[in-house]
T-cell receptor
Framework: GAVVSQHPSWVICKSGTSVKIECRSLDFQATTMFWYRQFPKQSLMLMATSNEGSKATYEQGVEKDKFLINHASLTLSTLTVTSAHPEDSSFYIC????????????FGEGSRLTVL | AQSVTQLGSHVSVSEGALVLLRCNYSSSVPPYLFWYVQYPNQGLQLLLKYTSAATLVKGINGFEAEFKKSETSFHLTKPSAHMSDAAEYFCAVSAFGGGSQGNLIFGKGTKLSVKP
């Protein structure tokens, strides 16, 4: 199966700093990647759709200036949480479709962010 | 618009007993449906998917699910639970339905506990 990898798995930062999370498709190319956020004991909520070579599409209520997404290549998308605050602490998960139109997504391992 | 409802946030079964996790969906187009499993602090792993072919879908680890259009259901079952099945299970529908590359809409998840 397809492999999607995230880095880092865990990150702790001070309030006010910025944190970058990488999402890589290791054995396939992905023109689209999705970023989800998962609060404790809750489901995944789509934050944004990352598009290679163009701007990301953000879901309603997600601050695009706070959650910067860059899809620089067909195998890498990054999520940068800018000026992080404790309420940004969460589990962030990326995913990508192996085949466009398949409806099936492959997920990264997730990145747990803790903002002190 | 698509949505997913998982009945029961927590299900507990004894080892060797039948596992039944319920999922009902709403979709304005023929749906693609998925079941994912999430182990603690990990991303999501696909268990099985329904993509308009056979209504009874077999997945990994002995799980299967049956698509019932008349009941708008896609319940997940396993004849005999194993301790290693303890995890969080998410039902999901493809957001745009059919063969779109669209993101997934997730249910709130059901935590499965397996008692020895």
């Amino acid at each position: 199966g397809a492999v999607v990898s995230q880095h880092p798995s865990w990150v702790i930062c001070k309030s006010g700093t910025s944190v970058k999370i990488e999402c890589r498709s290791l054995d396939f190319q992905a023109t689209t990647m999705f970023w989800y956020r998962q609060f404790p004991k809750q489901s995944l909520m789509l934050m944004a759709t990352s598009n290679e070579g163009s701007k990301a599409t953000y879901e309603q209520g997600v601050e695009k200036d706070k959650f910067l997404i860059n899809h620089a290549s067909l195998t890498l998308s990054t999520l940068t949480v800018t000026s992080a605050h404790p309420e940004d602490s969460s589990f962030y998960i990326c995913s990508a479709p192996l085949q466009e139109g398949s409806g099936e997504l492959f997920f990264g391992e997730g990145s747990r962010l803790t903002v002190l | 618009a698509q949505s997913v409802t998982q009945l029961g946030s927590h299900v507990s079964v004894s080892e060797g007993a039948l596992v039944l996790l319920r999922c009902n969906y709403s979709s304005s187009v023929p749906p693609y449906l998925f079941w994912y499993v999430q182990y603690p602090n990990q991303g999501l792993q696909l268990l099985l998917k329904y993509t308009s072919a056979a209504t009874l879908v077999k997945g990994i680890n002995g799980f299967e699910a049956e698509f019932k259009k008349s009941e708008t259901s896609f319940h997940l079952t396993k004849p005999s639970a194993h301790m290693s099945d303890a995890a969080e299970y998410f039902c999901a529908v493809s957001a745009f339905g059919g063969g779109s590359q669209g993101n997934l809409i997730f249910g709130k998840g059901t935590k499965l506990s397996v008692k020895p």
